[in-house]
């Protein structure tokens, strides 16, 4: 009775393998590294995402609480696009504020070799630096970081190693707000303004961020290097 069963067994294994196919042919835990080998071996020249390669990207994050758009924050994304700039913006209220979603467009924009600047105003900033924090454990640095009068930041996000993961980082507060906490070595500037809801339609915001914007048409090593004489050099256009 066994020995029927057994060879009953046989019949089916040998009906169902493929003729040819032999152990070694069979997948093997090989397969998931020889695609993970495929996914790593990016082509630039054939990724749809690469067609505008050598142009930087910003990407600005808006405050969820700002329904009627009353800061004009998504203005600004004209504003860079006029001047050769590829601007996106991340709706925290079509997107939930999810970190998440975000750090999934800076690795998009990373894999493709893009230079990458990040505006976060308001709570947006909130969002951006946990972005951040989620791509830094994937090796995943940004150019730029620009955080936009932001209230009670720490609160959120600590007050240690804030957007480290920025070779850059900007801050522009209003009269009214604190003094930045947890950057490393942040270019601050406060602006005239006392009203938050003004800050990102502010002139002297605009042209801040757009002199930001075009430091990442430089080299990387001399945007490094000239680091102290271009924030000398800024400091003294914005006035």
């Known amino acids: 009775m066994h020995g029927r069963r057994l060879l009953t067994t046989l019949l089916m294994l040998a009906f169902a393998l493929p003729t040819g196919l032999s152990a070694a042919d069979m ?7 020889s695609s993970a080998e495929t996914t790593q071996k990016h082509d630039p020249s054939t990724c749809p995402h690469c067609a505008a390669r050598q142009r930087p990207v ?6 969820d609480r700002d329904v009627m758009k009353l800061g004009q924050f998504p203005d600004l994304v004209g504003q860079f696009r006029c001047r050769g700039f590829q601007a996106v913006y991340f709706d925290p209220l079509a997107q939930f504020n999810d970190a998440s979603v975000l750090a999934g467009w800076l690795r998009s924009y990373s894999r493709c070799g893009r230079r990458i ?7 947006g900033a909130v ?5 951040l924090n989620i791509v830094r454990r994937e090796g995943i640095c940004i150019d730029t970081f620009v955080e936009l009068d932001c209230y ?9 190693n804030l957007a480290s993961n920025a070779r850059r980082t900007v801050v522009l507060r209003s009269q009214l707000n604190d ?4 950057y490393r070595r942040p270019c601050f500037y406060r602006l005239d303004t006392m009203w938050h809801m003004s800050v990102p339609s502010e002139p002297q915001t605009l042209r ?3 002199t930001e914007a075009y430091r990442l048409r430089t080299p990387v090593h001399r945007a490094s290097q000239s680091n102290t004489t271009a924030q000398q050099a800024l400091r003294k256009y914005v006035r």
Do not use: E, Q
């Not at 969002?127 to 972005?131: D, L, R, Y």
């Open 58 to 63: 910003v990407i600005l994050v808006g405050a």
């Open 152 to 160: 009670f930041l720490n609160r959120h996000v600590g007050s240690r």
């Open 179 to 182: 003094t930045p906490k947890g």
């Open 27 to 33: 997948p093997t835990s090989d397969s998931s590294d």
């Open 127 to 131: 969002v951006a630096i946990k972005a």
């Open 208 to 210: 801040i961020l757009t």
């Open 117 to 123: 600047m990040v505006v976060g105003w308001s709570y």
